[in-house]
């Protein structure tokens, strides 16, 4: 197991845990782009969105169900932002499926 996110859920890296279910982990960002960035991460190793298949459709709802609560109680009630990063051309840097949540200030567009 080399995937830093799968050692960051097994315990292995120590993390700042915000939140846990069946399905996912989420924590706080070691070099945060915004006041509240957050990383929401599936259990399950999935390389990236590219690797999805349909068995993986309510694991991604459920990525984005957590963004909804996690931001609800970040008191981001003036809006936020979710990023999925795929690929080198997407600005992906840890193979590892995950969920950027952003927000604590106003976000531009376009954003990169």
Request: some cysteine; hydrophobic content about 45%.
């Amino acid at each position: 197991m080399d995937c830093i996110f799968c050692k960051i859920i097994a315990g292995i890296i120590p993390s700042k845990k915000l939140y846990e279910d069946d399905l996912a982990y989420a924590f706080a960002d070691i070099d945060p782009k915004a006041p509240v960035h957050l990383l929401i991460v599936p259990k399950k190793h999935i390389p990236s969105l590219a690797e999805i298949d349909t068995a993986d459709i309510a694991l991604l709802g459920n990525l984005h169900a957590v963004a909804k609560k996690l931001a609800a109680e970040q008191n981001l009630s003036g809006g936020y932002r979710t990023v999925v990063n795929t690929g080198a051309d997407g600005g992906q840097t840890v193979h590892h499926l995950h969920v950027h949540l952003l927000g604590g200030r106003p976000m531009h567009w376009p954003p990169g």
